[in-house]
């Protein structure tokens, strides 16, 4: 069964619905699989959570 782990920003539901059945659909469509076997896990990460080069996105001027 594929897994895909999607790492983003916070979001609200309909906009993850829309990205799990994109997702989905492009999983389908470039492997042959079947939608019912797909799965996407989507974990949300909050600025204060990231920090790329050691400093937090929420340390950012306009961030």
Not at 14 to 24: F, V
Not at 36 to 42: R, S
């Amino acid at each position: 069964m594929p897994l895909i782990i999607f790492e983003g920003p916070p979001m609200d539901t309909e906009t993850k619905r829309k990205l799990a059945r994109s997702i989905t659909e492009a999983v389908s469509g470039a492997t042959g699989h079947r939608k019912e076997i797909i799965t996407t896990v989507i974990h949300e990460n909050p600025p204060e959570n990231i920090a790329p080069g050691g400093e937090l996105l929420v340390d950012r001027k306009g961030g």
